[in-house]
């Protein structure tokens, strides 16, 4: 396979210059980022299929909005292209339930831990996934937030790979116990690097900022949430990052950095009317207003212009992916 471990692409763009191309050419601006995006997965493709025989699952992990679920689809997509099948997993469907996960301090569900998924049921289906090349994969009923008593039946082709993607994925607590490790491989995927303002200064929004205008907007648009509630959940899921997702994120064969170096130009500019709802009696206020004056300092891209296959559509809607 091809030796990417923990190399990806990196942008050089500041804040002036990202302005300078939304400003003068955005389409071009946008057709540029989303082409080179999609260029890195083909060539992640491309290589794994090359090396077929190392590769029958791949576990694809990120923190929060890093934008997992449409690179998974991206990936499927790439695979169809190179006459080599897939199918998708996603973790959510192995959680405990809302009753039976573990509760933080405060006697709330913790969501964000490791252990608030079916750990054994998770590492017997990658071992069959590896040895027999089939699984039973459980379904989670969200709306009632507890396990379905139905399964779904992988039977991976020959030819055929098993992408398990979730924000635990490359944890080492469900392959330990596997008796070889051939056949996997790891991908790491996220925003890897902020936006300066120049190359001197510090960052105008940074990665963990950017992943939260994302998660902000698609919370606000699509789930019933509030800024003020993605950003008091926000400190959790930072916390809950550091412990269970950052010390395995060099374990990966393959890092993909998610970021589209247009994005601030359009998710910050949408974040803003969410932002400016937050209250002043509200804790989160000053830290809405610091997003706010950040965020307004970008020159606004008409979303339009975003084509419905981006990654950046798991956020803002209206692409061809369903999730």
């Known amino acids: 396979m091809m030796n990417i471990t923990n190399s990806y692409r990196r942008y050089s763009l500041t804040m002036k210059e990202i302005n300078h191309f939304a400003k003068h050419d955005p389409a071009g601006f946008v057709e540029k980022a989303e082409n080179a995006y999609r260029s890195d997965i083909k060539e992640i493709a491309r290589s794994i299929k090359e090396d077929r025989e190392k590769c029958r699952v791949i576990l694809l992990a990120g923190p929060s909005a890093s934008g997992k679920t449409t690179t998974a689809k991206m990936l499927n997509e790439e695979f169809e292209n190179i006459g080599c099948g897939s199918e998708i997993i996603s973790m959510d469907n192995f959680y405990l339930g809302e009753k039976n996960v573990p509760r933080t301090a405060e006697g709330n569900p913790d969501f964000e831990t490791v252990n608030a998924l079916n750990i054994p049921q998770i590492e017997q289906c990658i071992s069959n996934l590896l040895e027999y090349g089939q699984a039973d994969i459980a379904k989670f009923?969200?709306?009632?937030?507890?396990?379905?008593?139905?399964?779904?039946?992988?039977?991976?082709?020959?030819?055929?790979?098993?992408?398990?993607?979730?924000?635990?994925?490359?944890?080492?607590?469900?392959?330990?116990?596997?008796?070889?490790?051939?056949?996997?491989?790891?991908?790491?995927?996220?925003?890897?690097?902020?936006?300066?303002?120049?190359?001197?200064?510090?960052?105008?929004?940074?990665?963990?900022?950017?992943?939260?205008?994302?998660?902000?907007?698609?919370?606000?648009?699509?789930?019933?949430?509030?800024?003020?509630?993605?950003?008091?959940?926000?400190?959790?899921?930072?916390?809950?990052?550091?412990?269970?997702?950052?010390?395995?994120?060099?374990?990966?064969?393959?890092?993909?950095?998610?970021?589209?170096?247009?994005?601030?130009?359009?998710?910050?500019?949408?974040?803003?009317?969410?932002?400016?709802?937050?209250?002043?009696?509200?804790?989160?206020?000053?830290?809405?207003?610091?997003?706010?004056?950040?965020?307004?300092?970008?020159?606004?891209?008409?979303?339009?212009?975003?084509?419905?296959?981006?990654?950046?559509?798991?956020?803002?809607?209206?692409?061809?992916?369903?999730y």
């Open 141 to 322: 009923d969200f709306a009632k937030s507890e396990p379905s008593k139905q399964t779904t039946r992988i039977n991976l082709r020959d030819d055929s790979i098993a992408i398990i993607e979730g924000i635990h994925a490359l944890n080492p607590i469900f392959t330990e116990h596997i008796r070889s490790e051939t056949g996997l491989v790891k991908i790491y995927i996220s925003v890897k690097q902020g936006i300066k303002k120049n190359p001197f200064s510090g960052y105008m929004l940074t990665a963990a900022e950017l992943r939260l205008m994302r998660r902000m907007v698609r919370d606000c648009k699509f789930r019933g949430s509030t800024a003020e509630h993605t950003m008091e959940m926000w400190e959790n899921v930072l916390l809950g990052e550091k412990k269970y997702i950052t010390p395995y994120k060099y374990t990966g064969d393959i890092t993909i950095n998610s970021l589209h170096i247009y994005e601030p130009c359009v998710t910050a500019a949408k974040a803003v009317p969410y932002l400016d709802m937050v209250g002043k009696s509200s804790p989160e206020y000053d830290y809405a207003q610091y997003l706010i004056e950040r965020a307004e300092q970008f020159y606004g891209i008409d979303e339009k212009l975003i084509p419905d296959n981006s990654l950046l559509r798991e956020f803002l809607g209206n692409g061809k992916y369903r």
